[in-house]
């Protein structure tokens, strides 16, 4: 998994500098609409972001990131499932269970252990807090991904490898979902804008990525796409 230009590392700030903790860090890494930092931030703030009228409680610790940088995943992206309420009604970004061609760009973020399992939480629909999660850590690290949440739709997680000797983690749906559908116009423009800001795609690129992944092949032209992110 190589580091792609592109996202700048940044300082830690907020409450934990004041108090000199050193908080356990993990990677967490995204590879749909948390792409986009501000988008991300409204997960780690609270609040909500343009096109999605979602209002998200925010973690306990709101500090940013320690670093940031963008990524490429060997699992392969596609979109899937239906949720009225978000992004004005949409299909979902999930990654396949196994390794899978085509690779999926992604961006991983340094944050807290703490963080990450709130993360899980909200993305999740506010299910209740994970149990055992350092056991999971480890059994995800030995088998590639293991079961993070009893239900919810991003309730896998998946063990991404290591950097800087911390683990990777990003999660997805239990199975490789069949129920392939639509992504909305509000959800790909904030998933194009974050392959622009951290990868440094042109539109033109970020349309070639999206164009063939399972849920937009065949329901998105590339038109459509063009539109979305600027000719």
């Known amino acids: 998994m190589s580091a792609v230009a592109g996202c700048e590392a940044l300082s830690m700030g907020g409450e934990r500098d004041r108090t000199g903790d050193t908080p356990e860090l993990v990677w967490y890494v995204s590879y749909g609409s948390n792409l986009s930092r501000a988008r991300f931030m409204a997960y780690l703030e609270g609040g909500s972001v343009a096109g999605n009228d979602v209002v998200h409680e ?21 979109f899937a499932g239906w ?11 999930f990654i396949s269970l196994e390794a899978q061609a085509p690779s999926a760009l992604a961006r991983a973020y340094l944050i807290t252990r703490d963080q990450f399992v709130e993360v899980v939480r909200q993305e999740n629909a506010g299910l209740a807090g994970v149990d055992d999660f350092d056991a999971k850590v480890e059994r995800a690290r030995k088998l590639g991904h293991t079961r993070l949440l009893a239900t919810g739709s991003y ?5 991404c490898g290591e950097r800087d000797g911390r683990p990777m983690l990003s999660f997805t749906a239990a199975r490789n979902r069949r129920d392939l559908a639509r992504p909305s116009a509000a959800y790909l423009r904030v998933i194009g804008r974050g392959l622009q800001e951290c990868h440094g795609l042109s539109s033109t690129e970020v349309v070639e990525y999206l164009r063939d992944r399972p849920g937009i092949q065949g329901k998105v032209t590339d038109s459509q796409l063009a539109d979305l992110f600027g000719r």
């Open 58 to 78: 925010g973690c306990t610790d709101t500090a940013p990131p320690v670093d940031d940088v963008a990524l490429e995943l060997p699992h392969s992206l596609y």
């Open 83 to 93: 949720s009225p309420r978000v992004w004005g009604g949409t299909a979902a970004a």
């Open 155 to 159: 309730c896998e997680l998946i063990h």
